[in-house]
C-alpha cells in the first residue's frame, strides 16, 4: 500500500528556512552557481547551524509522539538545490536527528509544481517567487527572514509550539484592509461595526490555522502542546468581527492582541512564539529582531481574458 500523507499536517520548508545558509547565499549571490556548487560539495560533511524556521520544525515533529496510532507531522525538504549538493543539508538533518526524510530537489527550477503534489499545507522559504506562487496556489506559505537568527538551538528543549498570525490578509481576507488603505482608519472601524455579525472571508492561513485548531481538539485542551496566538493592529471597536468570525469558523485561538498601532516585537517576544506570520515587511522585519518571522505576500489577481486582449 502506498505511503498516505492526507491525514498529516505536511510542511515543506526550504534548506535556507531550516538551516544558517547566509555564507553559502552570499557565495551564490557574487560569485555564481557553479562556485556555490563547488563550496557546498567540499564542506558536505560540516554540519550547518541551525536557521530561523529550525525551533518550529524540530517542535512540529515531536508532535509525533503524542500520538500512538499515528503521525500527525510530515516535514518535507523542498529546495532548489540540486541532488548533488544537498548532502550538506542532509548530513546536517541527521546530526540534529531529525525525522526528515523526504525532499523535493529541483536544481534551480520552480517548487510550485510540487507543492500540491505533496498536499502542502505550510510552505516556508526564502525565495519569494516560489512563496508567491504557493500562495497564488492557495497554499499557505511565509518568506522567511533570514536576516536574523535569534533564538539558539536547544537540543533538549521540550515540545512547545507557539506560533503568531496577523489577521487581515493572512488569517482573514484583506476586503476590510483596503478600505483601511482607501478610505482611512474611520472608514475603516465603521465598516467593521456595520458587519460585525458579518464573518470575515478567509485569507491565505484560514485553512492552516484550522487544522493547527483541529490538532489541538484531538490532542486535548488540556496541557495542548499548541498555543495559537492573533497579533493585530485592529482594536475595540473592530475586534468584535474577528472574534465572531473565529466562533463561526468553530477556531481555537489562545491569545488574541488588539493593539492599536502599537509596536508587535515586544508582545510576541513575551509570547515566545517560534514564527510569527504578518503581510506587511515593516512588521516581520521588527519582529524578526525578536523572534522568526515570515511575510505572507499578497495573493495575485488572475487576469481575465477580456484584459489580456486589452
Known sequence: MAYKLDKKMVIGVSSRALFDLTVENEIFERQGLEAYCQYQVAHEQDVLKPGPGFRLIQSLLRL??????????????????SPDTSLRVFNSIKHYGLPITRAVLVS????????????????????????????????????????????????????????????????????????????????????????????????????????????????????????TALVTARSAPAHERVIRTLRAWNVRVDEAFFLGG????????????????????????????AVPAARVPYRKEKTSEREKAI
Open 64 to 81: 509525533n509522539a503524542y500520538c500512538e496510532n499515528r503521525e500527525l507531522v510530515e516535514v518535507i525538504v523542498m529546495s532548489r538545490n
Open 108 to 227: 534551480g527550477a520552480s517548487l510550485a509544481p510540487y507543492l500540491n503534489a505533496f498536499q502542502t499545507d505550510l510552505f516556508l522559504s526564502a525565495y519569494e517567487d516560489d512563496v508567491q506562487c504557493a500562495i497564488d496556489s492557495g497554499i499557505a506559505a511565509g518568506i522567511i527572514c533570514t536576516e536574523h537568527n535569534v533564538v539558539p538551538f536547544q537540543g533538549k528543549e521540550q515540545v512547545n509550539i507557539r506560533i503568531a498570525f496577523d489577521g487581515d490578509a493572512v488569517v482573514f481576507s484583506d476586503e476590510s484592509e483596503k478600505i483601511f488603505k482607501s478610505e482611512g482608519l474611520h472608514a475603516f472601524e465603521e465598516n467593521e461595526e456595520e458587519n460585525a455579525g458579518n464573518p470575515l472571508a478567509e485569507g491565505p492561513f484560514a485553512g492552516f490555522l484550522r487544522k493547527l485548531s483541529d490538532l489541538q481538539k484531538e490532542l486535548g485542551v488540556a496541557n495542548c502542546p499548541i498555543r
Open 262 to 289: 502599537l509596536e508587535k516585537r515586544e508582545v510576541l517576544r513575551a509570547f515566545g512564539a517560534q514564527i510569527f506570520f504578518d503581510d506587511q515587511s515593516i512588521h516581520t522585519v521588527s519582529a524578526s529582531q
